[in-house]
């Protein structure tokens, strides 16, 4: 199948919702491309003018115009539009790399869809991509070669931590890495609620809350200890974190987060079925 060059580095969003913006503030943001190189499109036209003219990309008339200018195409629809854009531009996406975001939609229903000519590859985001701090983790389809997978590197590593998966674990990712954000940012919002309660100052609260995160967050990344182990290194028995754990612990809180996940791993499997 030919190919574009590694080199060729146009990209091309269709869709120009929430993670849309956010991998082009976050691509942006690290100047792994300028925005003359970034074509957006949306179904009514409005979300993808408004885009550009935040963030200085070009709104294409068409989607097929919008692919034909681009060799990375990025599909940011919601899943269930997913398939339904892609089959509309099977001609256009002929020898172009098709990189996917949408939830639950299958490689192979993908490249079914594209008219069997794209080379696709899944990918799930989270929206932390926009500060430079996200994840995407990838699950290559038998059309995409190993440039796609070095070009799809070198073009998104400066804004996220990049792992490779084989696809039927991609449901289980988008519950964890995928939504994780919104569960942590949860958590993040009871411990602000919780220092107003308990006299701080909501910028204060804020503030130690989010650094308190990032940074149990930067133990685990930067030591080879485990959570249990630096948990351990904190809690002196009967002291005051001990006594915060054990009303976490009375409560079930891991269970309730592994249900959580386990919820969100069941809607994504329900989004594939449902395409
Ligand atoms: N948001 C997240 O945190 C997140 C994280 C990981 C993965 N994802 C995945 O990313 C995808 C997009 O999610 P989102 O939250 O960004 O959705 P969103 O904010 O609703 O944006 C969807 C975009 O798709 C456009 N669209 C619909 N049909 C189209 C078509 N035929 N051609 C071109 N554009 C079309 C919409 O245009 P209009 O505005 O005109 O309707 C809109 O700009 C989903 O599949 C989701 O599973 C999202």
């Given at each position: 199948m030919?190919?574009?060059?590694?080199?060729?580095?146009?990209?091309?969003?269709l869709g120009?919702?929430?993670?849309a913006?956010?991998?082009?503030?976050?691509?942006?943001?690290?100047?792994?491309?300028?925005?003359h190189?970034?074509?957006?499109?949306?179904?009514?036209?409005?979300?993808?003018k408004?885009?550009?003219?935040?963030?200085?990309?070009?709104a294409?008339?068409?989607?097929?115009?919008?692919?034909?200018?681009a060799?990375?195409?990025?599909?940011?629809t919601?899943?269930?539009?997913?398939?339904?854009?892609?089959?509309?531009?099977?001609?256009?996406?002929?020898?172009?790399?098709?990189?996917?975001?949408?939830?639950?939609?299958?490689?192979?229903?993908?490249?079914?869809?594209?008219?069997?000519?794209?080379?696709?590859?899944?990918?799930?985001?989270?929206?932390?991509?926009?500060?430079?701090?996200?994840?995407?983790?990838?699950?290559?389809?038998?059309?995409?070669?190993?440039?796609?997978?070095?070009?799809?590197?070198k073009?998104?590593?400066?804004?996220?931590?990049?792992?490779?998966?084989?696809?039927?674990?991609?449901?289980?990712?988008?519950?964890?890495?995928?939504?994780?954000?919104?569960?942590?940012?949860?958590?993040?919002?009871?411990?602000?609620?919780?220092?107003?309660?308990?006299?701080?100052?909501?910028?204060?609260?804020?503030?130690?809350?989010?650094?308190?995160?990032?940074?149990?967050?930067?133990?685990?990344?930067?030591?080879?200890?485990?959570?249990?182990?630096?948990?351990?290194?904190?809690?002196?028995?009967?002291?005051?974190?001990?006594?915060?754990?054990?009303?976490?612990e009375?409560?079930?809180?891991?269970?309730?987060?592994?249900?959580?996940?386990?919820?969100?791993?069941?809607?994504?499997?329900?989004?594939?079925?449902?395409?």
């Amino acid at each position: 199948m030919p190919q574009e060059p590694l080199a060729a580095n146009k990209i091309s969003f269709l869709g120009s919702g929430r993670i849309a913006r956010a991998l082009i503030q976050g691509l942006l943001k690290t100047e792994s491309v300028a925005p003359h190189e970034i074509f957006v499109t949306s179904h009514s036209g409005v979300s993808a003018k408004h885009l550009a003219e935040e963030l200085g990309v070009t709104a294409a008339m068409s989607n097929n115009e919008a692919i034909e200018a681009a060799s990375m195409i990025i599909l940011c629809t919601k899943p269930a539009q997913a398939l339904a854009t892609i089959t509309t531009s099977q001609k256009s996406l002929a020898n172009k790399l098709l990189l996917s975001m949408a939830a639950g939609i299958r490689s192979e229903d993908l490249f079914q869809a594209a008219g069997g000519k794209a080379r696709i590859m899944r990918a799930m985001p989270n929206t932390s991509v926009r500060v430079g701090k996200g994840t995407i983790v990838l699950a290559p389809h038998p059309s995409t070669t190993p440039e796609d997978l070095l070009l799809v590197k070198k073009v998104f590593s400066a804004c996220a931590a990049l792992e490779e998966i084989s696809e039927e674990k991609m449901d289980a990712v988008t519950a964890l890495s995928g939504s994780g954000p919104a569960f942590a940012l949860l958590f993040l919002e009871g411990l602000v609620e919780a220092g107003l309660q308990t006299g701080l100052d909501p910028k204060i609260a804020r503030s130690l809350a989010a650094h308190t995160l990032e940074g149990a967050a930067a133990l685990i990344l930067q030591t080879e200890q485990s959570p249990q182990e630096l948990r351990a290194e904190i809690t002196s028995p009967n002291g005051t974190t001990a006594a915060g754990l054990r009303v976490l612990e009375e409560a079930g809180f891991k269970k309730i987060i592994e249900q959580a996940v386990k919820a969100a791993r069941l809607r994504a499997q329900e989004l594939a079925v449902t395409k």
